[in-house]
C-alpha cells in the first residue's frame, strides 16, 4: 500500500489504476464510476465551484443525498483547496434548523444541494423568522441540478498534509453542532491505521449503506477504500432502510469481502428476514464485518451470525470495533481473523472507578460486552478518574485518546476545547470504558447517558435490554433516561416507548414495564411515557437526551396527566373496610413509608414503581410488627398487600 501525503495526491495516484466506484440504487439499478473519471469529473465540477467565487479556504456545505453527486463535490473540494462540511438532508425541522446554525457559525461558507432541498430550507426559514440568514444562504448556494458537462477543469490546488482537509460536524441536532477539524494528515494516518489493522489488499471489495455524512459511511468506507487502492460499492442509506435484505444480496452479488453495520442495521435486516430462506446467497468471501458506532449488542451478534450461518457466514468474519469522529475514525480494532470476544458483567459494579466484576452470562446481574481490541497503530488509549489520573486495568472510567489522526480541537468552539482536550494533549471521548491486562478496550456506555440513582450508576442500554425482555416492545422503541431535577440529588428514570395508538391501551404496557423493570433491576421507574417518534442521529443512535430535556421542560406534562387519571379509573382502590388486621396494618405502614396514601390494597408494589429500597423499608417495619414472619424475597413473590397479609395470616400461631 502506497503512503500519500495528502487525500488529493491519493486520488491523482489512484486515477493510474484500474479500480471503481459502484454506485446501486435498486436491485437491477446500479452504474459504475473509475476513479479516473471521479477525478475528471471533480476536477470539472471544481471550475464551477471557481467560477462563482469560491477559493482555497472557503467552506462549502455539501447537503444532498445521491450517493455521486455527493462525492464528486467533495472531490472537487479537497482538489481546490475548499473545506467540505458535508450535513445530512434529513426529513424533519432539526435538521433544516442545524444546517442554519451549521452555516452561520462558518467564516466564509457556501452551500451545494438540490433545488428541492432549498425549497424546504426555504419554507423553514419563513416560518422561523429567518429571512435575513435565508437571503444570505440563497446568495451563496449553487444547485446541483444546474451543473452542466463541459470540459473545463478548475485549478488544482497544492494542499500541504498539515491544511485542514475538511469539518466534520456532530451528527446529532443539537443547539450549537460541533465542528471536528481534520487534517490531511490527521486522516491519511487514520485510514493507513485502518487498512493495516483489518489487513487490506488492492483485492478486496467493499459494500456500505452507511450515510456520507457520517464518519463510517465517508472515511471508513470511500476515503479508505481510495487510499488503500480497493473497488468499492455504495448503497444509499434510505434504500437499506426500504429494502434491508438488499444489503447482503448485493454483498453475494457483488464478492464484497468487507462491509459494516451499527446495532440497528442488523435487527432492520433480521426483522425483514424473518424466517424466510434466501435462494443462491453466498458470504464466504466475506472476511470483515464491522460492528461499531454505538454500544454493541452481544445479543444481535449472536442472533446475526447464527441467521446468517447457513448462507456461509463465518464467525470469525465479525469486527467489533471502537471509533469515533474526533478519532478521524478508527480507535480500536480486535485482530482479524479472530472470532469475536465478548465479557459479562456484574451490573452492580459499574460506577466510574469501580473494578469491573466478570460474570458468568447466565447470572440474572450479568450484562454483555463486546471487547473492541487493542490501540490501532499509532493512537495511544488510557482510561481516567474524573481528575483524568489514570486507572488500572479493569477500572471502569473515562476513555481518552491520543495520537496523530485525533484532531486538533473543534471548529470555533475553545469552550468544547477545554472540556474536551487535557493540558497534555489527550482528547476526552465521553465514553466509558475499560482495559484489560492485555490493554484490549471495552467499552460500557456515554458517560452523558449514566443514570444516577440508589448511590450507584446503571447504563441507560441496560435498562432498555431488561425491557425488552417483554414480548410487547422491540428494540428502537424503547428508550431509558434519567432527569436531575433541581437540586435533587438522584436521577429520576424516565421510560419512553415508541406507541402511535389510545393512551387507554398504553395503560397496560405501561404497567408491565413499571413491574418488570423494578423486579428485575430494583429501579423505581419514575414515568413510562408514549412518544410519537424516537429521535436519532442520521446513522441510528439514539437521542436519549432530547427526549429527557423535553420531559424536563414539561413537554410530558398533559400526556402523564392523562395517564395518571387513567391509571387511576383503572385501579382497584380499595379502602381499609372489609381488610383484615394484618391487611389494614401493612397498607398504614405502606402508607406511612411512601409519604402518601395513593397505594391500594390491591395494587402490585411493583407496577406502581416502589423501588426495592423502599421494599427493604417496608419489610423492616413488617419484621418490627411480626418478628421473622417475612422474607425480603417474599415481597416479590406475594406482591399486594392482600397477598402479603394473606400469607402472613397463614404463617401467625394458630393459623
Given at each position: 500500500?502506497?503512503?500519500y501525503?495528502?487525500l488529493?495526491?491519493a486520488l491523482?495516484?489512484?486515477?493510474?489504476?484500474?479500480?471503481?466506484?459502484?454506485?446501486?440504487?435498486?436491485k437491477?439499478d446500479?452504474?459504475?464510476?473509475?476513479?479516473?473519471?471521479?477525478?475528471?469529473r471533480?476536477?470539472?465540477?471544481?471550475?464551477?465551484?471557481?467560477e462563482?467565487?469560491?477559493?482555497?479556504?472557503?467552506?462549502?456545505?455539501?447537503?444532498?443525498?445521491?450517493?455521486?453527486t455527493?462525492?464528486?463535490?467533495?472531490?472537487?473540494?479537497?482538489l481546490?483547496?475548499?473545506?467540505?462540511v458535508?450535513?445530512?438532508?434529513?426529513i424533519?425541522?432539526e435538521?433544516?434548523?442545524?444546517?442554519?446554525?451549521?452555516?452561520?457559525?462558518?467564516?466564509?461558507?457556501?452551500?451545494?444541494?438540490?433545488?428541492d432541498?432549498?425549497?424546504?430550507?426555504?419554507?423553514?426559514?419563513?416560518?422561523?423568522?429567518?429571512?435575513?440568514?435565508?437571503?444570505?444562504?440563497?446568495?451563496k448556494?449553487?444547485l446541483?441540478?444546474?451543473?452542466?458537462a463541459?470540459?473545463?477543469?478548475?485549478?488544482?490546488?497544492n494542499a500541504?498534509?498539515?491544511?485542514?482537509?475538511?469539518?466534520?460536524?456532530?451528527?446529532?441536532?443539537?443547539?450549537?453542532?460541533?465542528?471536528?477539524?481534520?487534517?490531511?494528515?490527521?486522516?491519511?494516518?487514520?485510514?493507513?491505521?485502518?487498512?493495516a489493522?483489518a489487513?487490506?489488499?488492492?483485492?478486496d471489495?467493499?459494500?456500505?449503506?452507511?450515510?456520507?455524512?457520517h464518519?463510517?459511511?465517508?472515511?471508513?468506507?470511500?476515503?479508505?477504500?481510495?487510499?488503500?487502492?480497493?473497488?468499492?460499492?455504495?448503497?444509499?442509506?434510505?434504500?437499506?432502510?426500504r429494502?434491508?435484505l438488499?444489503?447482503?444480496?448485493k454483498?453475494?452479488?457483488?464478492?464484497?469481502t468487507?462491509?459494516c453495520?451499527?446495532?440497528?442495521?442488523?435487527?432492520?435486516?433480521?426483522?425483514?428476514?424473518?424466517?424466510?430462506?434466501l435462494?443462491g446467497?453466498d458470504?464466504?468471501?466475506?472476511?470483515?464485518?464491522?460492528?461499531?458506532a454505538?454500544?454493541?449488542?452481544?445479543e444481535?451478534c449472536?442472533?446475526?451470525?447464527?441467521?446468517?450461518?447457513k448462507?456461509?457466514?463465518?464467525?470469525?468474519t465479525?469486527?467489533?470495533?471502537?471509533g469515533?469522529?474526533?478519532?478521524?475514525?478508527?480507535?480500536?480494532?480486535?485482530?482479524?481473523?479472530?472470532?469475536?470476544?465478548?465479557?459479562?458483567?456484574?451490573?452492580?459494579?459499574?460506577?466510574?472507578?469501580?473494578?469491573?466484576?466478570i460474570i458468568?452470562?447466565?447470572?440474572?446481574?450479568?450484562?454483555?460486552f463486546?471487547?473492541?481490541?487493542?490501540?490501532?497503530?499509532?493512537?495511544?488509549v488510557?482510561?481516567?478518574?474524573?481528575?483524568?489520573?489514570?486507572?488500572?486495568?479493569?477500572?471502569?472510567?473515562?476513555?481518552?485518546?491520543?495520537?496523530?489522526?485525533?484532531?486538533?480541537g473543534?471548529?470555533?468552539?475553545e469552550?468544547?476545547?477545554?472540556?474536551a482536550l487535557?493540558?497534555?494533549?489527550?482528547?476526552?471521548?465521553g465514553?466509558l470504558?475499560?482495559?484489560t491486562?492485555?490493554?484490549?478496550?471495552?467499552?460500557t456506555?456515554?458517560?452523558?447517558?449514566?443514570?444516577?440513582?440508589n448511590?450507584?450508576?446503571?447504563?441507560?442500554?441496560?435498562i432498555?435490554?431488561?425491557?425488552?425482555?417483554l414480548?410487547e416492545?422491540?428494540?428502537?422503541?424503547v428508550?431509558a433516561?434519567?432527569?436531575?431535577?433541581?437540586?435533587a440529588?438522584?436521577d429520576?428514570l424516565?421510560?419512553?416507548?415508541?406507541?402511535?395508538a389510545?393512551?387507554?391501551?398504553?395503560?397496560?404496557?405501561?404497567?408491565?414495564?413499571?413491574?418488570?423493570?423494578?423486579q428485575?433491576?430494583?429501579?423505581?421507574?419514575?414515568?413510562?411515557?408514549?412518544?410519537?417518534?424516537?429521535?436519532?442521529t442520521?446513522?441510528?443512535?439514539?437521542?436519549?437526551?432530547?427526549?429527557?430535556?423535553?420531559?424536563?421542560?414539561?413537554?410530558?406534562?398533559?400526556i402523564?396527566?392523562?395517564l395518571q387519571?387513567?391509571?387511576?379509573?383503572?385501579?382497584?382502590?380499595?379502602?381499609m373496610?372489609?381488610l383484615?388486621?394484618?391487611?389494614?396494618?401493612?397498607?398504614?405502614l405502606?402508607?406511612?413509608?411512601?409519604?402518601?396514601n395513593?397505594?391500594?390494597?390491591?395494587?402490585?408494589?411493583?407496577?406502581?414503581?416502589?423501588?426495592?429500597l423502599t421494599?427493604?423499608?417496608?419489610?423492616?417495619?413488617?419484621?418490627?410488627?411480626?418478628?421473622?414472619?417475612?422474607?425480603?424475597?417474599?415481597?416479590?413473590?406475594?406482591?399486594?398487600?392482600?397477598?402479603?397479609?394473606?400469607?402472613?395470616?397463614?404463617k401467625?400461631?394458630?393459623?
Amino acid at each position: 500500500m502506497s503512503h500519500y501525503p495528502t487525500l488529493s495526491a491519493a486520488l491523482l495516484d489512484q486515477k493510474q489504476r484500474d479500480r471503481q466506484i459502484l454506485f446501486i440504487e435498486g436491485k437491477h439499478d446500479q452504474r459504475t464510476l473509475g476513479y479516473a473519471e471521479l477525478y475528471d469529473r471533480a476536477s470539472m465540477l471544481l471550475f464551477d465551484f471557481q467560477e462563482t467565487g469560491m477559493r482555497a479556504g472557503d467552506q462549502l456545505i455539501i447537503l444532498h443525498k445521491n450517493n455521486q453527486t455527493f462525492i464528486e463535490a467533495f472531490w472537487a473540494c479537497v482538489l481546490g483547496g475548499i473545506i467540505p462540511v458535508p450535513v445530512a438532508v434529513g426529513i424533519n425541522d432539526e435538521h433544516r434548523g442545524k444546517l442554519f446554525r451549521i452555516f452561520n457559525k462558518l467564516e466564509r461558507p457556501h452551500l451545494y444541494t438540490s433545488e428541492d432541498t432549498l425549497e424546504r430550507l426555504q419554507r423553514y426559514a419563513e416560518q422561523h423568522n429567518l429571512q435575513e440568514s435565508l437571503a444570505v444562504l440563497r446568495h451563496k448556494t449553487l444547485l446541483a441540478n444546474l451543473i452542466h458537462a463541459h470540459g473545463q477543469r478548475g485549478r488544482i490546488h497544492n494542499a500541504t498534509a498539515a491544511d485542514l482537509c475538511f469539518i466534520q460536524f456532530s451528527s446529532g441536532s443539537t443547539s450549537e453542532p460541533k465542528g471536528v477539524m481534520l487534517s490531511h494528515a490527521n486522516i491519511i494516518n487514520n485510514l493507513e491505521a485502518i487498512a493495516a489493522g483489518a489487513n487490506y489488499t488492492s483485492e478486496d471489495i467493499s459494500l456500505s449503506w452507511m450515510p456520507l455524512t457520517h464518519d463510517m459511511g465517508l472515511l471508513g468506507f470511500h476515503l479508505n477504500m481510495i487510499v488503500a487502492g480497493m473497488s468499492q460499492c455504495l448503497m444509499p442509506t434510505d434504500l437499506f432502510s426500504r429494502r434491508p435484505l438488499l444489503w447482503m444480496e448485493k454483498v453475494s452479488e457483488c464478492k464484497a469481502t468487507v462491509t459494516c453495520s451499527p446495532n440497528f442495521g442488523y435487527k432492520h435486516y433480521l426483522k425483514a428476514l424473518g424466517d424466510k430462506t434466501l435462494d443462491g446467497l453466498d458470504l464466504s468471501r466475506l472476511r470483515v464485518i464491522y460492528n461499531g458506532a454505538e454500544p454493541i449488542s452481544v445479543e444481535l451478534c449472536e442472533q446475526f451470525l447464527s441467521a446468517m450461518a447457513k448462507y456461509k457466514l463465518r464467525r470469525n468474519t465479525l469486527f467489533t470495533v471502537y471509533g469515533l469522529a474526533e478519532a478521524t475514525l478508527a480507535v480500536a480494532f480486535p485482530p482479524v481473523g479472530q472470532e469475536y470476544r465478548k465479557v459479562f458483567l456484574d451490573r452492580h459494579a459499574m460506577r466510574l472507578g469501580d473494578r469491573v466484576r466478570i460474570i458468568s452470562h447466565d447470572d440474572p446481574n450479568a450484562v454483555g460486552f463486546a471487547i473492541e481490541g487493542r490501540a490501532v497503530r499509532d493512537m495511544q488509549v488510557k482510561i481516567t478518574a474524573q481528575d483524568n489520573h489514570s486507572l488500572p486495568a479493569f477500572a471502569i472510567g473515562q476513555v481518552q485518546i491520543k495520537g496523530p489522526s485525533v484532531t486538533h480541537g473543534y471548529y470555533l468552539d475553545e469552550e468544547s476545547n477545554r472540556q474536551a482536550l487535557t493540558a497534555e494533549g489527550w482528547l476526552n471521548t465521553g465514553d466509558l470504558g475499560f482495559l484489560t491486562e492485555q490493554h484490549e478496550l471495552v467499552i460500557t456506555g456515554r458517560h452523558k447517558d449514566i443514570i444516577f440513582a440508589n448511590g450507584l450508576n446503571y447504563y441507560p442500554h441496560d435498562i432498555e435490554a431488561v425491557a425488552l425482555q417483554l414480548p410487547e416492545l422491540e428494540l428502537g422503541k424503547v428508550v431509558a433516561c434519567g432527569v436531575r431535577r433541581d437540586r435533587a440529588d438522584a436521577d429520576e428514570l424516565i421510560l419512553f416507548v415508541l406507541f402511535r395508538a389510545g393512551l387507554a391501551d398504553f395503560v397496560g404496557i405501561a404497567r408491565d414495564i413499571t413491574r418488570h423493570v423494578n423486579q428485575q433491576t430494583g429501579l423505581e421507574v419514575c414515568h413510562v411515557i408514549p412518544v410519537q417518534r424516537i429521535p436519532k442521529t442520521t446513522s441510528g443512535k439514539l437521542q436519549r437526551r432530547l427526549l429527557g430535556d423535553g420531559y424536563a421542560q414539561g413537554e410530558y406534562d398533559a400526556i402523564l396527566a392523562q395517564l395518571q387519571l387513567l391509571l387511576s379509573e383503572q385501579s382497584q382502590l380499595t379502602g381499609m373496610t372489609g381488610l383484615t388486621a394484618s391487611a389494614q396494618t401493612i397498607l398504614q405502614l405502606c402508607h406511612h413509608t411512601l409519604q402518601h396514601n395513593t397505594l391500594a390494597a390491591t395494587d402490585n408494589f411493583f407496577e406502581v414503581g416502589i423501588s426495592s429500597l423502599t421494599l427493604t423499608e417496608i419489610h423492616q417495619r413488617i419484621d418490627e410488627i411480626y418478628p421473622g414472619v417475612v422474607d425480603v424475597t417474599d415481597l416479590f413473590e406475594y406482591q399486594t398487600v392482600i397477598e402479603l397479609a394473606r400469607f402472613i395470616d397463614n404463617k401467625l400461631p394458630g393459623a
